[in-house]
């Protein structure tokens, strides 16, 4: 076969079929009188193996080696090609989320294109205090909300995250919905930066997104979807508040939450039956954090619950309750060998020291 005979067939253009023939990897076997390349069957084939070869990534020279040698090993050179194969992956991944971001961006001009590379440049600097610099200098714009989300989701530095935070809820709410999804994500540290992105925002929409987070299996995002939930007044999320008491989770935050709940919503006494019910088989320190959340609780129910622990088989727990009826009962009172407290709504109790 001539060479446009080849070039035709094998859809490889005469120029290549030249050039392989110069550097010795494919040559033709023969020449016609007129001094024409002439391609044999084997040359034929040898070539769709230097095409297939070269299909996988290798370059010229790393098929000359491998055609080369009969004795060749193609473990290595496979191990090779995937690392290779997988690192452009990521640049094209790279280059494709670049790309996204500029589309959400809106450009209506090259400037404004240029504009948001220099902000994704700039984000993700190698230096952290060069991020904060760059976030902190920015003004509220809508073409810069897809960025700043997408480098809070990923930033790991806080005071970086803290600045990221407070530029996103200078724009409103444009976040949120990002935001939300982010929630799902499988990668726990993009969910728990989403909720902590949606809590520092703080406005109606981005508290509702996380207050429908509640029961996340997510603890760090349930755990936020319950103080949200708390602070906009709904007392369905007593029993998660409770629980986040007795596990030791944003313990203190769920506590005040819950005094705020009993004494603006009027559910002081269905908060005291849920810290009852969590008390019982209880470990000693989940019984203290309750006992001491307690105090956050106005009313007869909680000095009652108060009253009953002071005889509290453990001594902490004991103790942290007598504490709390001398601050909360102006009829408390202790004696050395014996205290006595009468809480409002109960008879009064002596006991031992």
């Known amino acids: 076969m001539l060479i446009g005979e080849v070039s035709e067939q094998s859809g490889i253009s005469a120029r290549m079929l030249r050039h392989y023939d110069r550097i010795g990897l494919v040559s033709p076997t023969g020449r016609t009188r007129g001094g ?12 769709f193996h230097v095409e297939a070869l070269r299909s996988l990534g290798l370059s010229l020279q790393e098929v000359a080696g491998v055609l080369g040698d009969l004795a060749f090993d193609p473990a290595p050179l496979v191990e090779q090609l995937v690392a290779r194969t997988r690192h452009r992956l990521a640049e094209e991944e790279e280059l494709l989320r670049r790309l996204t971001q500029v589309r959400t961006s809106n450009p209506a001009a090259w400037s404004d294109v240029l504009r948001t590379i220099g902000l994704l440049r700039g984000l993700e600097s190698g230096d952290p205090s060069s991020r904060q610099r760059l976030v902190l200098a920015l003004t509220a714009q809508q073409d810069t909300v897809a960025p700043l989300t997408d ?21 409103g709410d444009a ?3 990002e935001l939300a999804q982010a929630l799902d994500s499988p ?7 989403a909720a902590a992105a949606l809590e520092k925002i703080g406005s109606p929409s981005a508290l509702g997104v996380l207050a429908d987070a509640v029961g996340h299996p997510d603890p760090f995002v349930g755990a936020r979807g319950a103080l949200a939930r708390g602070a906009r007044g709904d007392t369905d999320a007593v029993p998660a508040l409770v629980a986040l008491v007795a596990a030791g989770r944003d313990d203190v935050d769920a506590a005040d939450t819950l005094g705020r709940l009993a004494e603006r919503h009027g559910c002081a006494d269905d908060i005291v039956e849920a810290i009852r019910h969590s008390l019982t088989g209880a470990p000693v320190d989940a019984r203290q954090r309750l006992t001491a959340a307690l105090a956050e609780i106005p009313g007869p129910a909680a ?28 009829h408390g009172q202790a004696r050395e060998g014996h205290r006595t407290w009468t809480a409002p709504g109960s008879a009064r109790r002596t006991g031992p020291e």
């Not at 024409?36 to 070539?47: C, F, G, K, Q, W």
């Not at 990668?187 to 930066?193: A, F, L, T």
């Not at 009253?307 to 601050?327: I, K, N």
């Open 36 to 47: 024409y390349r002439e391609y044999a069957p084997d040359d034929v084939r040898r070539l």
């Open 303 to 330: 000095d009652a619950t108060l009253a009953a622990l002071v005889d509290d088989p453990e001594r902490g727990v004991a103790l942290t309750a007598t504490s709390l009826l001398r601050t909360r009962s102006p």
């Open 187 to 193: 990668d726990q540290h993009r969910r728990r930066r």
């Open 175 to 177: 976040a949120v919905p």
């Open 151 to 171: 480098a809070a989701l990923s930033e790991s530095e806080p005071n970086v995250s803290g600045a990221l935070y407070w530029a996103l809820a200078r724009t």
